[in-house]
């Protein structure tokens, strides 16, 4: 099975609904994101991005229950799919022998 394509920003994405776990939603992904990354993100790329990850089979989403500091209104939560998991897995493997196969010599001195 061929795997789908994944920006680094929905990467990034689909990361971040992992470390969160049941806690992950909207606002506390964009606030990990900022915090993992030190980039501030808009709450509108998350929700495309969330939105793009759930269609292609990636999270899957439910709604949580009302609460009081939002009004009432309730979150909608989301979770890492096993095709998700399969895919991040997938990911860093890749990453991890790319960056074995690189030569030290092929990469310049880091200046401090």
Do not use: C
Not at 36 to 54: F, G, K, P
Not at 77 to 84: D, E, H, K, P, R
Not at 86 to 112: D, G, H, V
Request: no cysteine; charged share 25%.
């Amino acid at each position: 099975m061929k795997r789908s394509y994944l920006g680094e920003f929905e990467e990034i994405v689909l990361l971040t609904v992992a470390i969160l776990g049941d806690g992950a939603y909207g606002v506390s992904i964009a606030d990990e994101i900022e915090q993992q990354t030190d980039r501030s993100v808009s709450i509108s790329a998350v929700h495309v991005a969330l939105n793009r990850l759930e269609e292609k089979g990636m999270l899957s989403s439910y709604m949580g229950e009302a609460t009081a500091e939002r009004g009432g209104r309730r979150k909608r939560l989301f979770t890492v799919s096993a095709l998700g998991n399969r895919t991040l897995n997938e990911l860093r493997s890749l990453r991890n022998r790319m960056w074995e196969a690189i030569s030290p010599q092929n990469l310049p001195a880091l200046s401090i």
